[in-house]
């Protein structure tokens, strides 16, 4: 008896171990390591002078297990080509096609890596498009610095991507720490508006990457807005029961909840508010788990009145991403979303420096797109505009935080593309 | 600390671990009789999840209403896998009798995953997120309704395996299966009984889940690991056992989460594990 419980103890412990290591992985807020820039070594490629079609590179993970969020992307970055090109290309080149030679990351660094390699000095692309997430970014972006060919991230939000001093990096959306700092802005005009004071935080995130990085940056954001946090939860995602956290949450009473968590977590965390009736003048979520359909068919009417940084939702007030939306759902039957949007916007970003430059030479096209300004009503995104600082970050983006109002996600923030106004302070469970 | 968050929390902590006591409590008999680590403990609680859900989406009905019909539906399942697969390994070494199941696990759930999706599923229902309030104490209704049926089977079980005809030949399989097979007891035949048993009991513990947490195809980790600790704890093969183990580290994450931190929440249950197993090797329940 004595040897079978020490060997279902040592088995025990090995499924515990299972348990952790299965821990769920965040694509888009990886911070990567960066090996050294290596010594240039091969000219940039000399364009034809007059192009019949201009090849832009397109690194996406297309297979493994970011393949759905690559997919995405491409279907959004087609459709913008295909838009672009009916409407007769790029008139400065005379009518030149754009053309996407997509390759294939596997949502690996490096492979990311060599396929930037070989777009730049096989394919002969005179930019680059990609990559989704911040590690496939961080290695292939290095590799477009070193052949001196602009590349032009949509959607990775690791802050670090920007720091690198890198000339020919430019990101369009915002990154990691603006999505955050979007809910701190919100709470002020919510404050201002309703005349409702917030004083107290409440912090409660998963305890990997994702979670772990919102809740430093909310710290240090709640110093710089003047919020105290009364209490900080990090909890395990896959967990049987949150009741304790919640009760936690309970006895600190803070005014305002932030959430950083993945689906089923958020879940159960909104059922558990729920039983244990916890009561918040606001709860907010970071992009995460609160946004997918599968959690509000979950959860239901439970889920009213919870804001949720989304990026981009399909009811954003301005025609073009109506127009837009409506073009990719016809097409692929599902809506746009805080992926593929951004890659659908950076399509755009990109033939407008060209169409600017007037021609296809990645010196010229960096300097465009280190000055460019395109306007909030050219794209789909909900952003102020296009226009890179000195890092090459996108200084006008904007998150898009959504409030469940009678069962539909309407944007309340930013202010400029709302479509609903936020109900703050929510009411209470029982007056619901 | 405010007295009634500190009820609260033996409260949650009391419930939760009534919870986790219903899920080991399947697993501590099959032990108990057979000598088997059912590994694939955790499968069969994702698939009588899943049974209870399909009882609801295509038949509406409510998880209470079809917890009879789910633990009609593991027995049967049970008696299938002890006839195909464990009966083949009972004399295998322990390894391979671990393997075995451990594998059945594997095979289970990308099954699932092929099938059902990796999403979650859940039942709404009018209770799953109701409480009873007792002067500021939320008491969660689906939970004391399992935190009382895991009691009441616990107590039914024992009572079969006490008193019955069948109980005896059970106990008397698990002291001497060769002495019992020489008194008449027609041994692979309570074999499949108690593998039936076992999984029944388990699928009234994930019929019992599905009123308020939800369904996906690994969802047995999440649960089973709770389980082989509340085992080892309470004590391997005891019923007992099952209780009090899931009750102590019910009540140790809870306070644990509330008394120190609830970054530190498992830390508190797996040192409960630990000293208890030093003071008393083989569990609170356990025989030598």
Redesign the interface.
Same mark, same amino acid.
Request: hydrophobic share 45%; charged share 15%; proline share 4%.
């Given at each position: 008896?004595?040897r079978?419980?020490?060997?279902?103890?040592v088995?025990?412990i090995v499924?515990?171990l299972?348990?952790a290591a299965?821990a769920p992985a965040k694509p888009t807020a990886m911070p990567t390591p960066v090996v050294p820039t290596p010594v240039p070594t091969t000219a940039p490629p000399i364009p034809t002078p007059v192009p019949q079609v201009v090849k832009i590179g397109g690194i996406y993970p297309l297979t493994g297990a970011y393949a759905a969020l690559g997919e995405g992307d491409k279907k959004a970055i087609d459709l913008a080509v295909e838009e672009i090109n009916a409407a007769g290309g790029i008139k400065s080149l005379g009518g030149a096609k754009i053309q996407i030679i997509y390759a294939d990351s596997q949502g690996d660094p490096k492979i990311a890596l060599t396929e930037a390699e070989r777009l730049i000095t096989q394919e002969k692309v005179v930019a680059i498009l990609g990559s989704i997430l911040s590690s496939t970014t961080a290695t292939s972006a290095e590799v477009a610095e070193k052949y001196k060919i602009p590349y032009l991230n949509e959607g990775s939000t690791s802050v670090t991507l920007t720091e690198h001093g890198w000339k020919y990096f430019f990101r369009a959306t915002p990154h990691d720490g603006f999505y955050c700092e979007e809910e701190f802005k919100l709470l002020k005009h919510m404050e201002e508006r309703s005349g409702v004071q917030v004083k107290t935080i409440g912090l409660m995130y998963e305890?990997t990457l994702f979670g772990k990085t919102a809740g430093d940056v909310w710290k240090q954001l709640a110093q710089k807005y003047g919020y105290e946090i009364v209490v900080d939860?990090?909890?395990?995602a896959?967990?049987?029961?949150l009741?304790?956290?919640i009760?936690?949450l $309970?006895?600190a009473a803070p005014d305002v909840v932030l959430l950083a968590s993945y689906?089923?977590d958020a879940?159960?965390i909104t $059922?558990t508010m729920?039983?244990?009736?916890f009561n918040a003048k606001a709860v907010m979520a970071l992009d995460g788990g609160q946004i997918l359909p599968?959690y509000v068919e979950?959860v239901?009417e439970?889920a009213n009145y919870i804001f949720a940084e989304a990026r981009w939702n399909k009811d954003l007030g301005k025609p073009i991403a109506q127009e837009v939306n409506k073009k990719y759902r016809d097409r692929y039957g599902v809506d746009l979303d805080g992926h593929n949007a951004r890659a659908h916007t950076a399509v755009y970003v990109l033939y407008y420096a060209l169409e600017q430059a007037a021609s296809t030479d990645p010196e010229k096209l960096r300097e465009t797109l280190a000055k460019i300004e395109v306007p909030a009503d050219k794209i789909v995104m909900g952003w102020d505009g296009v226009k890179f600082d000195e890092k090459g970050q996108n200084t006008l983006g904007h998150g898009c935080i959504v409030q469940m109002l009678q069962g539909e996600y309407k944007t309340v923030w930013p202010l400029s593309v709302k479509t609903a106004d936020a109900v703050f302070p929510v009411p209470r469970w029982d007056e619901r | 600390?405010?007295h009634r968050?500190l009820a609260?929390?033996l409260v949650?902590?009391l419930?939760?671990g009534g919870?986790?006591a219903i899920v080991a409590l399947g697993l501590n008999l099959i032990y108990g009789v057979m000598?088997i680590?059912n590994?694939s403990h955790g499968a069969m609680l994702m698939l009588s999840m899943y049974t209870s859900y399909f009882m609801f989406s295509l038949f509406g009905l409510d998880p209470l209403v079809s917890l009879p019909l789910v633990a009609m539906f593991l027995f049967l399942l049970g008696i299938v896998i002890q006839t195909l697969l464990i009966d083949r390994i009972l004399t295998a070494p322990?390894i391979s009798r671990?393997i075995a199941t451990f594998g059945l696990l594997i095979f289970l759930e990308n099954l699932a995953l092929l099938l059902w999706s990796p999403?979650?599923?859940?039942i709404?229902t009018a209770y799953?997120?109701?409480?009873i309030n007792l002067g500021g104490v939320?008491v969660?209704v689906p939970r004391l309704l399992a935190f009382v049926i895991a009691l009441l089977l616990a107590g039914v079980l024992y009572l079969t395996i006490a008193k019955t005809d069948i109980g005896i030949a059970i106990r008397a399989t698990a002291q001497n299966k060769r002495a019992a097979a020489l008194m008449g007891i027609n041994v692979p035949r309570i074999y499949k009984i108690v593998f039936g048993i076992g999984l029944a009991s388990t699928g009234i513990a994930g019929g019992l889940l599905m009123t308020?947490?939800?369904t996906?195809p690994?969802v047995g980790?999440?649960?089973?690991?709770?389980a082989?600790?509340a085992?080892?704890l309470g004590g391997?093969g005891s019923f007992a056992g099952a209780i009090a183990g899931g009750l102590i580290i019910g009540v140790a994450?809870?306070f644990?989460?509330?008394v120190i931190s609830?970054?530190f929440?498992?830390l508190i249950s797996f040192a409960a594990f630990i000293i208890v197993?030093l003071l008393r090797?083989?569990?609170i329940f356990?025989?030598?």
């Open positions: 008896m004595k079978r419980c020490s060997a279902i103890s088995v025990t499924l515990g299972l348990v299965c305890n939860i990090p909890y395990d896959k967990v049987a029961d009741s304790p956290e009760t936690a $309970k006895a689906t089923q879940i159960l $059922k729920k039983q244990m009736d599968m979950a239901g439970l | 600390m405010d968050v609260q929390t949650n902590g419930l939760i919870v986790y000598g680590i590994f322990t671990l999403n979650w599923r859940c709404k799953s997120v109701q409480a939320l969660s308020f947490y939800y996906f690994t980790l999440i649960w089973a690991l709770t082989y600790i085992c080892v391997l994450e809870s644990g989460a509330i609830p970054a929440k498992n197993l090797p083989q569990g356990g025989r030598k």
